[in-house]
């Protein structure tokens, strides 16, 4: 998440006046004191979901794309520039028992 500096500091050496938008690089979780205090419960969640995808759904390249361009995107969240095509594999999905 971006933060505003409200008055100018000095940090490791640079200088970050006031009315900058800072955030913190390639640390999923942010640090400090507003790091995201949710960390242990989405590390915990992120393996069950990866699964449950993994399991449900076949994965495709995009048509006509050789190779995923895994360059990043910046957002609310970070995403990569290409996507692929999921789709659900039916025969996974619970059937109903007989009797
Ligand atoms: C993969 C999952 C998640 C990622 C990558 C993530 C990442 C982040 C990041 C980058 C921040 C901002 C840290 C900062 O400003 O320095 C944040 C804040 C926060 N996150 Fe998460 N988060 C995740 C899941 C969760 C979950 C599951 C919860 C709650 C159950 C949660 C609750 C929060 C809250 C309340 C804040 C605001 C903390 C504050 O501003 O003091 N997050 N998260």
């Given at each position: 998440m971006p933060h505003l500096s409200l008055e100018d500091c000095n940090i490791g050496g640079y200088v970050v006046p006031v009315g900058t938008t800072v955030f913190v690089n390639f640390l999923p979780f942010g640090?400090?004191?507003?790091?995201?205090?949710?960390?242990?419960?989405?590390?915990?969640?992120i393996e069950l979901m990866l699964v449950n995808l993994v399991y449900h759904?076949?994965?495709?390249?995009?048509?006509?794309?050789?190779e995923i361009d895994m360059t990043e995107v910046f957002g609310l969240t970070?995403?990569?520039k290409d996507k692929l095509i999921l789709t659900p594999r039916l025969s996974c999905v619970a059937q109903p028992l007989e009797g």
């Open positions: 640090s400090g004191r507003r790091m995201c205090p949710g960390m242990n419960f989405a590390l915990a969640l759904f076949d994965w495709e390249m995009p048509r006509g794309v050789k970070v995403h990569q």
